[in-house]
């Protein structure tokens, strides 16, 4: 049974913005969470999710106000969660990402079981995009979505750690991720340079520099360090060259210490970078990285840009549209959606191609696959919107 309770906040002269507090059963535990739809969200048109994890000793509504993710939302219209770990005896709020932090660690509270499930439970709520969910996270909460990346990499696309590391006892992830993290180099609760920080957890954090390098590593990445912007203000570095053209940014500010780029000042007394945005960075970053390379094999498929085709609104039950052959004979077409079940929509040939249907293919993102006669296979993706 969920519990709800639904909060108007009004904080420090911000806009009101309407959110909503709801929690799920999983593991004997009852999970809260905060929600904010867009201003514009209409049910039945999909959108994209982003998961903000708050930091050790915070909670939901603090990292709402703190990140202003749901202001971005508004202006954006993607939806954003808030999702709250588990309670210590002492009313301490942690998460579980592996090495780190207190409570939620120590007693190996399932973290990534509980984000799991809030992913499915909000898919079967609320019209989301399944191609385009992505995660962030503020210190603690940075560190856990490094680990949902490891673990869960089937589900979110991207993800964007601010002020934290990664400190995982094993990282496999199924599919390449992109990854965008912001941080300070005058944070010294999470020093980027690495090593045990002036927070109260005393743990220790491998330095930024090898952590990204790793994920170079897992998402097979090309181009290593290379720095796109260094002066006063900050430094920006990129890793491309990744697999299905995913790539790899690193921000670290000059200004700023353990807080969110561009947010609000929090409790820690920390200061806020003013250089650069965290949001609008990152939700630049998410809008060019979907799942689509989730086929029904474990290999990624590179999409090539004469592969993509886009089918605007409005898309009539009886439209069709047309998928060009490829060389040889004995031409066959099969539509998958991003999880690998196949769809069989209506589909006749023509001179040029095959005709198709839109019938039972709701709105979101298919790959198709053409093979021929000669076991030559050409595969892509098109959007319904």
Request: one cysteine or more; proline letters at 5%.
């Amino acid at each position: 049974m969920k519990l709800k309770l639904t909060i108007l906040f009004f904080i420090f002269g911000i806009l009101p913005c309407f959110s909503q507090y709801d929690s799920i059963w999983h593991n004997s535990l009852y999970r809260t969470y905060l929600v904010h739809l867009p201003t514009s969200y209409t049910p039945g048109n999909q959108v994209p999710l982003v998961i903000a994890m708050h930091g050790g000793f915070g909670s939901g509504a603090q990292l709402e106000n703190q990140s202003q993710l749901s202001t971005k939302s508004d202006n954006a219209g993607f939806i954003v969660v808030y999702p709250e770990g588990k309670k210590s005896p002492f009313g301490i709020r942690t998460w579980n990402a592996g090495g780190c932090c207190g409570y939620a660690m120590n007693t190996n509270i399932d973290d990534v079981g509980f984000l799991s499930n809030l992913i499915d439970s909000l898919v079967a709520t609320y019209s989301i995009d399944t191609a385009r969910i992505y995660a962030t996270g503020m210190s603690n909460g940075a560190f856990m979505s490094y680990r949902l990346a490891c673990e869960r990499s089937n589900k979110i696309a991207a993800i964007a750690p601010v002020a934290g590391s990664m400190n995982v006892s094993a990282c496999n992830p199924v599919r390449a991720v992109p990854v965008i993290h912001f941080h300070s180099y005058q944070d010294n609760n999470v020093p980027y340079q690495g090593g045990i920080g002036s927070g109260t957890s005393n743990h220790y954090n491998p330095p930024l520099d090898s952590v990204m390098n790793v994920w170079a590593g897992f998402n097979s990445c090309t181009t290593n360090l290379d720095t796109i912007h260094n002066n006063s203000d900050y430094t920006h570095i990129n890793w491309r060259g990744c697999n299905c053209g995913n790539e790899m940014n690193l921000y670290l500010t000059h200004d700023g210490g353990h807080s969110w780029p561009g947010g609000a000042t929090t409790t820690t007394g920390d200061p806020v970078s003013t250089v650069i945005s965290a949001n609008d960075l990152m939700w630049t970053f998410f809008q060019q990285h979907t799942l689509i390379c989730s086929t029904t094999s474990n290999e990624s498929i590179a999409i090539k840009k004469e592969d993509i085709l886009v089918f605007p609104n409005p898309f009539s039950e009886q439209a069709t549209f047309s998928i060009p052959y490829i060389s040889g004979d004995k031409n066959q077409l099969k539509i998958y959606d991003i999880f690998g079940k196949e769809y069989f929509p209506e589909i006749t040939k023509s001179n040029n191609g095959f005709l198709m249907k839109r019938g039972n293919l709701f709105s979101g993102i298919y790959i198709f696959e053409i093979e021929n006669a000669e076991k030559m296979i050409r595969r892509g993706k098109f959007i319904i919107q």
